[in-house]
């Protein structure tokens, strides 16, 4: 269980400057900030209040009488005196951190920390006050568009907590889980020593809005530390597999009762024959049959397959409904629940129909995995190692000397892979939501391969995806070295630590039923979504870190690759 006291130490033993809100008007920076402050025992300032008792008169009159440029200078000056005063808890208004002179102070001196909320939640709390900046012109036009040119210097603040319809205490909760996280990355070996958080919270930034994942164990016995307000009180939904709802869903729905007008369960088969037209119109109709309305809340509560079919049938119900990924794989809390993709497979090819849908939450409860049988957390192991090797070296590092204890359920090694590969999973999405710019893309390290394996195994259980990807990784890593990038040590490197793990790295490790020739992985390869006008398309590796795209790659060179291993 998460306990909220604890947090509070660790931020207070940790942090020794102020922490700074900052963020538009209306996101709750003075409430929340005074909770912050009392929990903490700390001092509270409000730079607007402390700029009213400096110059005797109201921000309103400050504005209309002496002009913006004044009060931002009268505002420089405050924050400035107020960073030297220890731990506190300073609520800056709306503006002053899109001040360069301002924003590098407390970038320097203080935790800044950008508090976010969706446009409606801002309008609604803004509709009472005297907000000079709202008296002309309609407030939701007037907040999109001071949002819009502030985001990016809010952007700036270190650590930016989402608000998605909480009250005052429970954002309270989510600011200082979110600083102990902040805190704890940049922590000495010695202070890591001492503690290790039992969650953690981050907000993934997409192109219209933000969302945040939680990680943590004993999440799915606590959803009102998860669930937003907002969405409380409706109908859910929750779609589930037979394996998952007697570990796991049965206690999630007693759970999750209590908040919720209705909660209705559908469980499917498990495994990927459900992500079928057939599943989907089943999930569909029973959505109807149970009266699904436009504010309606899907929840999807189990591995990659559940939550891309859930995703899926949310995206298109009511052309669209609220959705939450509660992910119980390895493979689906590092990757499948993060990032919007969302499909089903036609009968010859896999995700074929689907969509980009967003979800209103991740929550990734590491108590799940303890079920979980070890052949599946190997194959979200592998997807893991993926992030090391197409964008970070040193967690490739770092997985040599702890996938193996990781692997072992040891949580702690556990939790910091999965926060990894969520953090860079959702740097990639933030960059690249549509895989538009080819950024996405190289997500799909290992997966050319892979998903002509997974084809021709027959998506029975002979090959699980995070499998046909560990392959997948070692071919593409050969085929980097043939093609002049990759250093022969690291497709060692690469090969030995996969190997060495347990994980299947050849194809002979497959056992297909039906004996697969190289012309049969080369025509599937063909119909993948992965190829285009260009022919074969491939994530190669410059080196360990670095991964680019790499199209009409010569048939013969991939055909000796295949042989190579088969
Ligand atoms: N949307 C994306 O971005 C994305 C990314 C990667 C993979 N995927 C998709 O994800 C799917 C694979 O996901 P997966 O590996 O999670 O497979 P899965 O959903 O089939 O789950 C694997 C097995 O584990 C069981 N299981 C789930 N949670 C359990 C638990 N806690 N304890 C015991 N058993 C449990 C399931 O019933 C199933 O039998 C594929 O369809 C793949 O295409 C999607």
């Not at 940790?14 to 912050?36: H, S, Y």
Request: net charge negative; with cysteine.
């Amino acid at each position: 269980m998460i306990e909220i006291e604890h947090c509070q130490e660790d931020v207070k033993t940790l942090l020794d400057r102020p922490i700074v809100l900052v963020g538009i008007m209306g996101v709750g920076k003075t409430t929340v900030g005074r909770l912050l402050a009392s929990r903490l025992g700390w001092s509270f300032y409000d730079t607007d209040d402390e700029i009213v008792r400096l110059v005797g008169k109201s921000i309103s009159d400050i504005f209309s009488e002496d002009g913006e440029p004044a009060f931002r200078e009268l505002e420089r000056t405050t924050i400035k005196h107020l960073l030297s005063q220890g731990p506190c808890i300073i609520s800056s208004g709306g503006g002053g951190f899109t001040v360069p002179e301002t924003t590098q102070a407390i970038k320097e001196r203080s935790l800044a920390l950008w508090m976010d909320a969706p446009i409606h939640l801002l309008v609604d709390r803004t509709k009472s006050g005297d907000r000079p900046l709202l008296k002309h012109g309609n407030p939701e036009d007037v907040l999109q568009n001071l949002l819009d040119r502030r985001r990016v210097y809010y952007a700036q603040a270190h650590v930016h907590v989402l608000d998605d319809g909480l009250t005052p205490e429970e954002m309270a909760n989510r600011v200082l889980l979110q600083i102990r996280e902040y805190l704890y990355d940049r922590a000495s070996d010695q202070e890591k020593e001492s503690f290790v958080p039992d969650a953690m919270c981050m907000t993934v930034t997409v192109t219209d809005r933000s969302y945040p994942i939680f990680i943590g164990s004993g999440l799915i016995k606590q959803p009102e530390l998860w669930l937003a307000h907002e969405l409380q009180g409706r109908d859910a939904f929750i779609i589930t597999d037979y394996n998952v709802r007697e570990r796991i869903t049965d206690s999630f729905v007693k759970t999750l009762k209590p908040l919720m007008k209705s909660v209705s369960m559908m469980e499917l088969a498990p495994g990927e024959q459900t992500k079928s037209f057939e599943r989907y119109q089943a999930v569909l109709e029973w959505m109807i049959d149970n009266g699904v309305k436009r504010d309606s809340v899907v929840f999807a509560v189990g591995g990659g397959v559940i939550g891309d079919l859930a995703g899926f049938a949310a995206a298109t119900i009511m052309r669209g409904v609220d959705f939450i990924q509660v992910p119980t794989t390895l493979l689906s809390q590092v990757d499948s629940s993060v990032g919007g993709k969302a499909a089903i497979n036609s009968k010859s090819a896999k995700n074929i129909v689907g969509t980009f849908y967003q979800p209103r939450t991740v929550v990734i409860d590491l108590d799940t995995l303890m079920t979980l049988p070890r052949r599946e957390w190997l194959s979200g192991y592998a997807e893991i190692v993926k992030y090391g090797l197409i964008g970070d070296e040193a967690f490739f590092e770092w997985l040599g000397e702890n996938g193996a204890l990781m692997l072992d359920g040891n949580l702690s090694q556990t939790m910091r892979a999965i926060e990894t590969g969520c953090h860079k999973k959702a740097e990639i999405v933030a960059n690249d939501e549509k895989e538009k710019s080819g950024e996405r893309a190289l997500l799909n390290f290992g997966h050319t391969f892979a998903h002509a394996l997974e084809a021709n195994a027959g998506y029975d259980g002979t090959l699980l995806h995070g499998e046909a990807v560990s392959i997948g990784m070692v071919l593409a890593a050969r085929l980097s070295q043939r093609l002049g990038y990759l250093a022969q040590d690291d497709v060692d490197k690469i090969y030995n630590h996969l190997h060495s793990l347990g994980l299947k790295t050849e194809i002979r490790d497959v056992g297909f039923k039906t004996p697969v020739t190289v012309d049969d992985l080369i025509s599937a390869m063909k119909k993948d979504k992965k190829t285009d006008v260009h022919g074969l398309k491939f994530v190669i590796l410059k080196r360990i870190g670095d991964a680019d795209l790499e199209s009409s790659v010569d048939e013969a060179l991939v055909v000796s690759i295949l042989e190579g291993s088969m």
